[in-house]
């Protein structure tokens, strides 16, 4: 066991930044945040354990320190890794479905409502003379009439 | 011995259950009685051998049996005892088991609580139960048998998984299995309802109370689940998006559109086609997610031991079941006809906007989770859904649905007008909007989504309390306790229902809009300062626990210099997993939580720690509580229980017994449903 | 009509977790099929002195394998490695990921050296280029440099046999 944590120490040793930089730190962990381990498929480069999102977010923190920006490093990843490590998938054409889909399913839900709502009004109604309603109201004072 | 007469008992309920489907559905469709009759002792009987069955696993677990192959899986030597109870549902098999052992209480509860019910409903009801069980117990028995032996017999078994040895991991999963599975008495009222060609408002009367049950556990199983992630997976996290967690929300979503669907059906007779259709939906979606966790068709966490073949059976399974649901739907339901005509504005038409959204939502987490599936089945390349996507559509979807929620239980049946609403609600509005400004100036930084976050929850309880004081006023003469008694429950639990979505709102505004997370290297003596706290980092020790190694760090919470908690998180190695285990400590509070998690070890004694500031984020599930809370009540509304529907049927009766009184029963009926 | 509409959904719906249940969700395509090979230039593992970059194999047909010695599949795969490599279809050169020296060279020893050369990248930068996120993992590269096969996770004798083998001929021809 104790191997274990002394194995974790000495990995961790070499991931520790040498330059205390809380700024650089944050713009990293912001950009990680962005990206899909590929290891721990479930988590963001910013939260796995595995050693290939350590080694990522050195990269990203070596990239930043190079200057170049979010989309430049973004756009490096997905060279080497493809569109999968992005968190956020991004719109392109085989995208539009995925984007717009909810959009539509919202628009053909209002619309069925919509053409119900006018089809119902062309159905013919009961009405009821005056007695009727009191005599209906009446009988029913006993009763709720506000259960939802 | 034991196991094999799990095997032997569950073998007996799949002979039960299929005599059972076959009998009751036939003896339905024939009118013959004796088959019928059926129903209820085979549904007792199928339970009491699940239930035997279940036994005999959990007995396998508690005398730690690593003869059974699941059992060895899932457990070890040194596993202590409540987690040898939990092991049972803690992998695919024991699930399975656990699955037909609420299905089958289900259906002794429908047995139980369905005497007015006719005979024939209930022996279809009970019989298209049947039928799932059938699938089910078929599944364990042919392809993922809990009592499977291991030969040779290991020495020791492989240990539950540590992030399942929780307190959490013994209610979790039968709460949410049971809202899961309950979604089947909904699926087959409604499978009856179409078989049998009656489909009207005593039918939804009928279904309601066991639908509004199901959601009940549903919520509370979803909220544990995001509970638990919470405090076990140790970034503070509490809902990922995650494929099995969308499995089990979309049910959820369209359950709740199914809720407010049948109240309409209740109430005025209409939507019925559209609520038989949720109904279906609803419980497509429960094996649906039960799929998805199984066949290794998608990445998850949470996934089970991932096998395509069983996937097949699933998937043939799902598909016979619902294909046939939507094919006996598609071929019945012209028969079923409009129902009651209502206004463009109603209550009517606000509910069916509401269950618009709701779908829509479901329709769009369905979308994200299968899209990656959809491009790589085409081959179009690999992409993946987070999070991120899902948060973009979900909130613009719900907000409407949110501001509906205020207007809605204003608004009358059939006829309703704007103008009336919109005088009743002015100050309800207005103190939204300034509460919400006042707050967003108050907390400081704000955004446009805090703002709106919060201007809906005040809006929500504002519009209710307008509510609940129109209804307390409008009972002349009475005094304050009569009015308030002369409230039904199911009109407490809508109320209380709509106030838990808007705490829920409260709590997940303010912690994401606010939450604060640092990372930073800490040795003994340094501190660190977030917002009004510090923390401390006293010391880092190794401690052994039962099954496992770790270091155990000492972090003091300050306030103002006093100390506020002493919070010890740890990182730990079970002997049985590859990586570390990540043991967050928690200050809750009603405000907020404060939330330490311990990163990598930079040397013995230095290490990064995660500091977190979490307000509101017990809002998140008390909100939830309540919302279940609200359920409850609405489900045990007197109108559900006997005395009360005796009344009624003898009222109509008497109403219906002349030409004239045939008449004024249906404008009773119509009276009433204002 | 309008109502079998949903059920036609459904059965689309269903044919495809059908298709899903052949497909391998974790394993992450590689973006560098048919693009030119990244460019390294590593020291080799046996001979520090010397380097090796992917511009030494220019005009001809080769397998890159990504390896390490902390790597379990690896061990897995290994026995094909070395057969294939005794084959002579293609050369094999190796890239040593994220390993000590000693480590890669004594594992070599104990399980065979299937590699003309193995470079060393022991910070896995290079692997990062080349999109690896598990070992092992090999690249089929051709005449010009491009890549044009990867394969994710261990080779087996099927692989080679239906894949590896005829491409590398065909690109040979070609």
Known sequence: MLVLLVMNVARAAES????????????????????????????????????????????????????????????????????????????????????????????????????????????????????????????LKSDDNEIP | MVPELGQ??????????????????????????????????????QFIFVAIAFGCLMYSFINKDFSVAFVAANSNSALPLQYRVAGVWGGHEGSLLLWTLILGAWMVAVSVFSRRLPDDMVARVLGVMALVNVGFLSFMLFTSNPFDRLFPVPADGRDLNPLLQDPAMVLHPPVLYTGYVGFSVAFAFAIAALLSGRLDATWARWSRPWTTVAWMFLTLGIALGSVWSYYELGWGGWWFWDPVENASFMPWLVGTALIHSLAVTEKRGTFRSWTVLLAIFAFALSLLGTFLVRSGVLTSVHAFATDPKRGIFILAFLTVVIGGSLALFAWRAQRIGLGGSFDPVSRESMLLTNNVLLVAAAGSVLLGTLYPLLLDALDLGKISVGPPYFET???????????????????????????????????????????????SFALGRSSLWVSLGLLLAVWIVAASAVNFWERISNFSGASVAARLAGASRAYYGMLLAHIGVAVFVVGVTLEKGFEIQKDVRMAPGTTEQIGAYTFRFEDVEQVTGPNYVAAHATITALRNGKVIAVLHPEKRFYASQESPMTEAAIDPGFTRDLYVSLGDPVDSKTWIVRLQ?????????????????????????????????????????????????????????REKSR | MKYYLVLAVFIVLVAFLAVGLTLN?????????????????????????????????????????????????CREEHPVLVEFAKSEVAPVYGLDYKDKREDGMSWLERFGDPYRISASDYDGKVGIDYGVYGVPETYVIDKRGVIRYKQIGPLTPEILKHKIIPLVASLNNG
């Not at chain 2, 719900?398 to 609403?421: D, H, Q, T, Y």
């Not at chain 2, 998140?620 to 049927?649: H, N, P, Q």
Request: glycine share 6%.
């Open chain 1, 16 to 139: 520790a930044p040498a330059v205390h930089d809380p700024q650089l730190d944050e713009r990293v962990r912001a950009l990680a945040e962005t990206l899909r381990c590929l290891v721990c498929q479930n988590e963001t480069i910013a939260d796995s354990p595995a050693e290939l999102a350590t080694d990522l977010r050195k990269q990203i923190r070596e990239k930043m320190q190079q200057g170049l920006s979010d989309r430049e490093i973004l756009d490096y990843m997905v060279a080497r890794y493809g569109d999968f490590v992005l968190y956020r998938p991004p719109l392109k054409t085989i995208t539009i479905l995925l984007w717009f889909g909810p959009l539509l399913f919202l628009l053909a839900g209002l619309g069925a409502l919509f053409y119900r709502l006018t089809q119902r009004r062309k159905e013919a109604e009961v009405e009821l003379s005056e007695t009727d309603h009191a005599r209906a109201k009446a009988l």
């Open chain 2, 8 to 45: 032997f008992a569950l073998a007996l309920a799949l002979a039960i259950a299929l005599t059972q489907a076959v009998l009751t559905l036939a003896g339905a469709a024939r009118g013959n009685a004796a088959w019928m009759r059926v129903a209820r002792p085979a549904a007792l009987g």
């Open chain 2, 393 to 439: 559509i979900f909130v613009p979807l719900m907000a409407p649905a949110l501001f509906l929620m205020g207007i809605g239980p204003l608004s009358r049946w059939k006829k309703a007008s704007l103008p009336n609403l919109a005088l009743r609600l002015r100050w309800a509005f207005a103190v939204s909007l300034a509460t919400a400004l006042l707050l």
């Open chain 2, 613 to 669: 500031h979490k307000p509101f984020v017990l809002w998140i599930w008390g909100g939830c509580v309540l919302m279940a809370l609200g359920g409850f009540f609405a489900a045990g509304d007197r109108r559900y229980r006997v005395e009360t529907l005796r009344k009624s049927i003898a009222t109509h009766a008497a109403l219906g017994a002349t030409a004239a009184g045939a008449r004024l029963a249906r404008a009773a009926v």
């Open chain 3, 25 to 73: 969700p974790h394993e992450v395509p590689s973006p560098l099929i048919n693009k030119p090979a990244p460019h390294f230039d590593l020291p080799q593992l046996r001979d520090a002195s010397k380097n090796f970059s992917e511009r030494d194999m220019m005009g001809k047909v080769w397998l890159l394998n990504v390896w390490a010695s902390w790597c379990v599949s």
